[in-house]
């Protein structure tokens, strides 16, 4: 574990909601604080399907990771990971292949402090956590290469990151900055969250956040596509989160129930 001594105090703010802390409400966890229930709860009053969108997400990256791992990918590079959840990437990877290798990476010590759960690999294998910030690449790239080869494919793991990360902080740049230090025939597997199918809900969501001091930077299909624009688009392509291989996985209740504002897609590097 690398980038802050999990023996150190955590710097844990419970005054203001955190993502990954509300996410975990979302998903039935308990790691979270009132201050993330309240936040989710006025979520919720907006739109009360945002547990199944979550649970929706994660069933993306389940999905995605068995794609890759049937696909011959021994690596990955978890951004923005969240508190653990089983499964978690590296289970679903290695047990297509125990030999993965996975680095995830997070900013919130939350998930520092619960790290232990994701470091738990198969003996073949190997996992490792990072504590960084995606603004931060290059902390990122020198710490996951003490892991992974980066001369052999990397798939880089951006699941409901990037709508935490603005045009200001270069979202695009950030990604295109990460794909470079990657071999050819690594992949980008992505979700992210959309204002297309809900504007007005997704309006007030924002500005509920933006006041409690949350980003939310939500992007059209258009700018959620352009993210692989140098990319080779694994088939259907950019699609619907559901939408994206729906055989390689199971049905979560609730998610024919309208459609969920968000795309995920899978692209390879040429
Ligand atoms: C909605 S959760 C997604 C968790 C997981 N990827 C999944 O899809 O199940 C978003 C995660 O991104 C993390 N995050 C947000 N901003 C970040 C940043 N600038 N750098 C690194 N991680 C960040 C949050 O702490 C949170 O754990």
């Given at each position: 574990m690398t980038g802050q001594d999990p023996t150190t105090p955590l710097d844990i703010d419970t005054s203001r909601p955190h993502p990954a802390r509300m996410y975990d409400w979302y998903l039935g966890?308990?790691?979270?604080?009132p201050v993330d229930e309240e936040m989710g709860r006025q979520m919720l009053a907006l739109d009360p399907r945002v547990p199944v969108m979550a649970r929706v997400n994660r069933a993306f990256m389940h999905r995605a990771t068995r794609w890759l791992a049937k696909n011959g990918v021994r690596q990955f590079l978890d951004i923005?990971?969240?508190?653990?959840?089983?499964?978690?990437l590296h289970q679903v990877a290695q047990q297509i292949a125990p030999d993965a290798r996975v680095v995830y990476c997070d900013n919130d010590p939350i998930v520092l402090a619960h790290a232990a759960a994701l470091l738990?690999?198969?003996?073949?294998g190997v996992t490792e956590y990072l504590q960084a910030d995606v603004r931060d690449p290059a902390t990122i790239v020198e710490g996951a290469r003490k892991i992974l080869d980066f001369d052999r494919p990397v798939a880089l793991s951006l699941i409901a990151?990037?709508?935490?990360?603005?045009d200001e902080d270069g979202a695009h740049e950030l990604v295109d900055r990460l794909l470079a230090e990657l071999p050819s025939g690594s992949y980008l597997m992505m979700t992210h969250a959309t204002a297309d199918f809900t504007p007005e809900e997704s309006a007030v969501a924002t500005e509920k956040l933006k006041a409690a001091g949350v980003t939310l930077a939500l992007r059209s299909r258009e700018e959620f596509t352009r993210f692989f624009d140098a990319l080779d688009l694994v088939e259907?392509?950019?699609?619907?989160v559901p939408e994206?291989?729906?055989?390689?996985g199971d049905p979560v209740p609730g998610?024919?129930?309208?459609?969920?504002p968000g795309y995920g897609a899978v692209a390879r590097k040429r």
């Open positions: 966890g308990k790691d979270n604080y923005g990971t969240g508190i653990p959840t089983e499964p978690n738990r690999s198969t003996p073949e990151l990037l709508h935490f990360i603005s259907p392509g950019v699609a619907v994206w291989h729906p055989e390689l998610q024919d129930d309208g459609v969920i």
